[in-house]
């Protein structure tokens, strides 16, 4: 699976952003999606993470609230609906797949548990 992150961008804070990720999958493949980031100097943290059905969703402490994962399986996109941004939130945004089955309800919450990242998306809050 190969993932392709876009969206980010130079935003001021309190402002609003949406990144997608479009991921290049068979139609019978199946796999739970995740969101995390990086900021400079720092370690790549988790941000969100929804299941295949979409049903689930998980989200660090930090970001409940303001932002908001979903997917649109038919389209092989997920999104990150970030509102209320702050200038901590200023990271390179990665999308990421792990293989799951059609009902898991398990969200990946770990890194290490993906098999699949994208290249990365900057996003910048200016305070």
């Known amino acids: 699976v190969q993932l392709q992150a876009s969206g980010g961008g130079l935003v001021q804070a309190g402002g609003s952003l949406r990144l997608s990720c479009a991921a290049s999958?068979?139609?019978?493949?199946?796999?739970?999606l995740g969101w995390y980031r990086q900021a400079p100097g720092k370690e790549r943290e988790f941000v969100a993470a929804?299941?295949?059905?979409?049903?689930?969703?998980d989200y660090a402490d930090s970001m409940k609230g303001r932002f908001t994962i979903s997917r649109d399986n038919p389209k092989n996109t997920v999104y990150l609906q970030m509102n209320s941004l702050k200038s901590e939130d200023t990271a390179v945004y990665y999308c990421?797949?792990?293989?799951?089955?059609?009902?898991?309800?398990?969200?990946?919450?770990?890194?290490?548990?993906?098999?699949?990242w994208g290249q990365g998306t900057l996003v910048t809050v200016s305070s």
């Open positions: 929804i299941t295949w059905s979409g049903t689930r969703t």
């Open positions: 999958a068979r139609t019978d493949q199946t796999y739970a």
């Open positions: 990421a797949a792990a293989w799951s089955t059609y009902t898991s309800t398990f969200l990946y919450t770990l890194p290490r548990l993906y098999d699949y």
